[in-house]
C-alpha cells in the first residue's frame, strides 16, 4: 500500500469510528453528515467521496462493527466431538451477543428502526450469512438433521434469550452464568434430537 493508499485508508478509518460513535451515542435519525465531518475534523465533501449517504456510511459502520467482533466462534465447530463443537460455539456466541458494541447496536435498531426502517433491512443484509452457512452444514453433517434451520432458530434464540434482560438494562451476566445458560440451551438441544 503506497503513501496515498495509507492516507486515504486513514481518512475512511477516522469517518468510521467517528460514525460509529456518533450513531450508537445520538442515534441514526440524529446523526447527520456536518456532525460526523466536525467531529472527525474531515470535511463534509471528503466524507461523501467515501460515502455518498448517510446509509451508505451506516452500512459501512456496521460492517466495520461486524469486523470488531470476534466471530471465531464459529471455529469451535471444526471440533471433533460434535457436543463439544456446539458448547464452545454456544458460549462465544452467547458472549459476543452481551458485549456492549452489540447491545448498543440492538439498541439503536430497537430505539430507530420503525422511523428509519432502512436500517433494519440495512443490519440484516450485513448479518451472519456465513455463521448460518456453517450452523446448517454441522447440522445436516454432523447431527443428521436434513432440514435443519427450525432446529437453528429455536437453538439459537434460546442462547439469545440472555440479551432480553441486558437489552432493558438488567446487569450483564458473568462468565460463569453465561457458560451455564450455554450448557443448558445445548443440553436441550441435543435431549430433544435424541427424542425426535
Not at 441486558?166 to 450455554?182: C, I, R, T, W, Y
Request: hydrophobic letters at 40%.
Amino acid at each position: 500500500m503506497n503513501k496515498v493508499e495509507q492516507n486515504k485508508q486513514k481518512k475512511k478509518d477516522i469517518i468510521l469510528a467517528t460514525a460509529k460513535s456518533v450513531f450508537l451515542n445520538e442515534g441514526y435519525v440524529a446523526a447527520n453528515m456536518d456532525n460526523i465531518a466536525k467531529k472527525s475534523q474531515i470535511t463534509k465533501q471528503t466524507i461523501y467521496r467515501y460515502f455518498p449517504s448517510k446509509l451508505a456510511l451506516f452500512t459501512a459502520t456496521l460492517h466495520s462493527l461486524s469486523e470488531d467482533f470476534d466471530q471465531s466462534f464459529t471455529e469451535h465447530l471444526q471440533h471433533p466431538d460434535a457436543e463439544h463443537a456446539l458448547l464452545g460455539f454456544a458460549k462465544a456466541f452467547v458472549a459476543l451477543h452481551l458485549s456492549e458494541q452489540h447491545i448498543d447496536t440492538c439498541r439503536l435498531l430497537i430505539a430507530e428502526g420503525r422511523s428509519a426502517p432502512e436500517i433494519i433491512a440495512t443490519f440484516h443484509e450485513v448479518g451472519e450469512d456465513d455463521m448460518d452457512s456453517q450452523l446448517i452444514t454441522f447440522f445436516q453433517q454432523r447431527l443428521g438433521i436434513e432440514q435443519p434451520q427450525t432446529t437453528i432458530k429455536l437453538w439459537t434464540g434460546m442462547l439469545l434469550s440472555l440479551r432480553m434482560g441486558v437489552l432493558l438494562g438488567m446487569a450483564s451476566p458473568n462468565d460463569k452464568e453465561v457458560e451455564q445458560h450455554a450448557i443448558t440451551a445445548t443440553t436441550f438441544l441435543l435431549n430433544g434430537l435424541k427424542h425426535s
